[in-house]
C-alpha cells in the first residue's frame, strides 16, 4: 500500500502545490540568505528537506484531503427493508440483519446504500486512486474470489443488486487488505489474577487509515443467520467479513496484521473465515481448530477470547499457524509474530510499553483501567475505533466518530438484547 502511494504521488493535484510551494520557498531562502553564507543556507535547506518528508509521511499515513473539498458525512437514519432493520442508539448506528446470506445482504444494501456509495466512491477509490494499482488489486480479488464460500458471496451479490454498487468493487473492499497492510493495531487481554474481577477484559485499538472520512462511517452489525451463532461485527458499511467481533456464546475476536508473513492468492480471504469462525464456534478452543484447518490469504494475528475465560493469539498465514498463550494471565499482541520462522528477536515499543502496564495494573484491571492503558498505545492519525470488550457479560464499550478514538466518548453497548 505504500509504494503504491509513492507511484502515485506524482498525479495528485496536492502534490503538485506542494512543488510549487517548494520552488517559492527555495527561491525565497536563496534570495535572503545571499549574505548568510553556506551554514545558513544549509541549514534551511535541512529545515525544507524536513518539511517536505513530513508532508510525504502524512500524505501516505493518512492520505490526507489537505486540498480536497471537505464533505458532510451522510446520517444513517432508522429505516426498515428487505426484513432487515437499521437503528440509532445513543448516536451508534445498529444494522439488524437476519435470514439466509443473500438475504442479509440485501438488506445491508438497502438500509445503509448513502453509505456504501460514499465509502467506495470516497474512501476506496481514493486509496486505488491510480488505475494501475487499482488494477493489480481488482485482479488479486478475483483470484481469491474462488476461495470465498458461495454464501459470502450470495451476500456480496444482494448488497449489489440493492445498493447499486457494482459487484466488483464490492468484492475488492472485501478483499484489498489480505495484501496492503493497513490494521496497524494493539490488543490488550487480561483474566483471572490479572483483573479486578477474574473476568475477561480485552481492549482493543482499531488503527486504521482514516482518509479524513471512514471515522464517521462506523456502524454495529449484528447478523442473525439461519443454523448458525449470532454475532456482532463492529465493522463499517459494504464489509462482510468481521475485523472485531463477538458471537452470542462470547467467543471474542480482533484482527491485526502481522509485517511478519506473506500473502497467498490462493486460500480464504482472513475477514471471511474470521466471521465464519464466530458463526460456527462457542469458545477459544473451537477457534482454534477451525482456524488451523482454514489457512488464510493475508498474515495477520488475531486476539481471541471467550466467555468461560479461553485467550489466545493465533498467529496467521497461508504458510504458518502459530499460537501464543497468556503470560501472568495476560496476552499483549501488535503486529508481528513471535513463533515459527518469523519470529521477532525484540519486541516494539507498544508491547513493551503494554507488559509495563500490565504489571502495574495487574489484580486492577477493570474497564476503566483497560480504557487509560489503550490511550497510552494507539497509533497518532489512525486511531479508529477504541474498544473494551467482555465476552462474559456480552457487553462492549466503544468510542468511535473522531480521531483519536481512544480520547473519545465510549458508549456501553449490551449485545445479549440482539444477540439472544
Known amino acids: 500500500m505504500i509504494k503504491e502511494a509513492f507511484l502515485d504521488l506524482r498525479r495528485q493535484r496536492s502534490l503538485m502545490i506542494a512543488i510549487a510551494s517548494l520552488v517559492l520557498l527555495l527561491a525565497a531562502i536563496v534570495v535572503a540568505d545571499l549574505i548568510g553564507g553556506i551554514v545558513t543556507i544549509a541549514f534551511d535547506l535541512a529545515v525544507v528537506a524536513a518539511g517536505v518528508t513530513l508532508y510525504f509521511t502524512c500524505d501516505v499515513v493518512t492520505m490526507p484531503p489537505f486540498f480536497r473539498p471537505k464533505q458532510k458525512p451522510v446520517p444513517f437514519?432508522?429505516?426498515?427493508?428487505?426484513?432487515?432493520?437499521?437503528?440509532?442508539?445513543?448516536?451508534?448506528?445498529?444494522?439488524?440483519?437476519?435470514?439466509g446470506n443473500r438475504q442479509m445482504g440485501c438488506q445491508a444494501g438497502a438500509l445503509i446504500k448513502e453509505q456504501i456509495e460514499v465509502v467506495v466512491r470516497d474512501y476506496l477509490n481514493y486509496i486505488f486512486r491510480n488505475p494501475a494499482g487499482k488494477k493489480t488489486a481488482l485482479q488479486k480479488a478475483l483470484s481469491l474470489e474462488k476461495y470465498i464460500p458461495e454464501p459470502y458471496l450470495e451476500e456480496i451479490r444482494g448488497m449489489s443488486e440493492t445498493s447499486g454498487i457494482p459487484y466488483e468493487?464490492?468484492?475488492?473492499?472485501?478483499?484489498f487488505i489480505e495484501d496492503y497492510r493497513l490494521f496497524l493495531c494493539s490488543t490488550l487481554a487480561a483474566r483471572g489474577a490479572a483483573t479486578a474481577s477474574g473476568q475477561v477484559i480485552m481492549g482493543r485499538n482499531l488503527d486504521f487509515?482514516?482518509?479524513?472520512?471512514?471515522?464517521?462511517?462506523?456502524?454495529?452489525?449484528?447478523?442473525?443467520?439461519?443454523?448458525?451463532?449470532?454475532?456482532?461485527?463492529?465493522?463499517?458499511?459494504?464489509f462482510v467479513g468481521t475485523v472485531t467481533g463477538?458471537?452470542?456464546?462470547?467467543?471474542?475476536?480482533?484482527?491485526?496484521?502481522?509485517?511478519?508473513?506473506?500473502?497467498?492468492?490462493?486460500?480464504?480471504?482472513?475477514?471471511?473465515?474470521?466471521?465464519?469462525?464466530?458463526?460456527?464456534?462457542?469458545?477459544?478452543?473451537?477457534?482454534?481448530?477451525?482456524?488451523?484447518?482454514?489457512?488464510?490469504?493475508?498474515?495477520?494475528?488475531?486476539?481471541?477470547?471467550?466467555?468461560?475465560?479461553?485467550?489466545?493469539?493465533?498467529?496467521?498465514?497461508?504458510?504458518?499457524?502459530?499460537?501464543?498463550e497468556p503470560e501472568d494471565d495476560v496476552l499483549i499482541c501488535t503486529n508481528k509474530f513471535?513463533?515459527?520462522?518469523?519470529?521477532?528477536?525484540?519486541?516494539?515499543?507498544?508491547?513493551?510499553?503494554?507488559?509495563?502496564?500490565?504489571?502495574?495494573?495487574?489484580?486492577?484491571?477493570d474497564v476503566e483501567r483497560m480504557k487509560r492503558a489503550l490511550v497510552r498505545v494507539y497509533l497518532f492519525l489512525l486511531n479508529l475505533q477504541c474498544i473494551v470488550?467482555?465476552?462474559?457479560?456480552?457487553?462492549?464499550?466503544?468510542?468511535?466518530?473522531?480521531i483519536p478514538a481512544a480520547k473519545g466518548a465510549f458508549k456501553r453497548i449490551d449485545l445479549k438484547e440482539f444477540l439472544g
Open 338 to 365: 513471535h513463533t515459527g520462522p518469523h519470529a521477532v528477536s525484540r519486541p516494539d515499543w507498544r508491547t513493551r510499553l503494554m507488559k509495563s502496564i500490565a504489571q502495574d495494573e495487574h489484580g486492577k484491571f
Open 246 to 324: 463477538m458471537n452470542e456464546r462470547g467467543l471474542t475476536c480482533a484482527m491485526l496484521l502481522s509485517w511478519s508473513g506473506g500473502f497467498s492468492s490462493e486460500c480464504i480471504p482472513s475477514t471471511i473465515a474470521f466471521r465464519m469462525m464466530l458463526e460456527r464456534c462457542a469458545n477459544v478452543a473451537e477457534a482454534r481448530d477451525f482456524l488451523n484447518a482454514n489457512r488464510i490469504a493475508g498474515p495477520f494475528n488475531l486476539s481471541l477470547a471467550d466467555a468461560s475465560g479461553g485467550m489466545l493469539v493465533a498467529e496467521l498465514a497461508h504458510d504458518h499457524f502459530g499460537l501464543r
Open 77 to 99: 437514519r432508522a429505516s426498515e427493508a428487505e426484513g432487515g432493520r437499521l437503528e440509532i442508539r445513543d448516536g451508534v448506528p445498529f444494522l439488524l440483519l437476519k435470514g
Open 389 to 402: 470488550l467482555l465476552p462474559e457479560e456480552r457487553v462492549v464499550h466503544l468510542s468511535m466518530g473522531k
Open 169 to 175: 468493487e464490492l468484492l475488492l473492499g472485501n478483499t
Open 209 to 238: 487509515p482514516d482518509v479524513g472520512l471512514l471515522r464517521h462511517y462506523g456502524v454495529v452489525a449484528v447478523y442473525r443467520p439461519e443454523n448458525c451463532y449470532h454475532h456482532a461485527a463492529l465493522t463499517y458499511p459494504g
